[in-house]
């Protein structure tokens, strides 16, 4: 069964430290990753997608990395700031003909002051 | 339109009524996926239309659900005798087409609460 598991549930840093989220999935084939970072309230937004030949991309103070051997991702954040508390999601996409994308349930992340 | 629109933000309905969520996907996009976030848990499929081909109707929960799509744009979910546990965020995305990695563009989604 296709699984995208992700660790913490949840996290609390102070602004300005920087922190790394964890992602593992089960999902074969394997197309492409992405991160999403999801505000309350809100639908979720795409940070950075990555392919099975890349292992690091980055966005600003985002920066994901992928093992396609291990079927690992992480996401880590630089110098976080207040605006930085979201939910961020792991999605993992087949490939193909398929359609449908598998997500993890997230990373609630809360920066403090 | 710019995003993917959706109406209405918040629903309070009460146990056993209908409900009707609207989603405007971004122009051009064939592609349409409604999704549904309940607290604590990842998003959970529920249908996807490509075009004028028959919808994937799959992860519909029940037979209370159902969604159409008119004219391959609006899309309306419609929940009959709504019930607690259809409690959650319901969420439309599209893309430029199925099956491709074109992305989804997510809306903001409708937050129903039945009591």
């Known amino acids: 069964k296709n699984q995208v598991e992700q660790s913490p549930q949840s996290l609390i840093i102070l602004e300005g430290k920087n922190c790394t989220l964890q992602?593992?999935?089960?999902?074969?084939?394997?197309?492409?990753l992405r991160w999403y970072k999801q505000d309350t309230g809100r639908g979720p937004v795409s940070l950075t997608i990555?392919?099975?030949?890349?292992n690091t991309k980055s966005n600003g103070r985002y920066t994901a990395t992928l093992d396609a051997d291990t079927k690992q991702s992480s996401l880590h954040i630089t110098a976080s700031q207040l605006s930085d508390s979201a939910s961020y999601i792991c999605v993992v996409w087949g490939g193909g003909s398929n359609y449908k994308l598998t997500f993890g349930k997230g990373t609630l992340l809360t920066v403090n002051p | 339109g710019a995003g993917v629109s959706q109406s209405p933000s918040n629903k309070v309905t009460e146990k056993g009524k209908d409900v009707e969520l609207r989603c405007d996907p971004i122009?051009?996009?064939?592609?349409l996926y409604w999704y549904r976030q309940s607290l604590g848990q990842g998003l959970e499929f529920l249908i996807y239309f490509q075009g004028n081909s028959a919808p994937d109707k799959s992860g519909l929960p029940s037979d209370r659900f159902s969604a159409e799509r008119t004219g391959g744009s609006v899309s309306t979910l419609t929940i009959q005798r709504t019930q607690q546990e259809d409690s959650a965020v319901y969420l439309c995305?599209?893309?430029?087409?199925?099956?491709?990695?074109?992305?989804?563009?997510f809306g903001s989604g409708t937050r129903l609460t039945v009591v």
């Open positions: 995305a599209s893309s430029l087409e199925a099956g491709r990695d074109y992305g989804y563009t």
């Open positions: 990555m392919t099975f030949s890349e």
């Open positions: 122009s051009g996009h064939t592609a």
């Open positions: 992602c593992n999935y089960t999902v074969s084939p394997f197309s492409n």
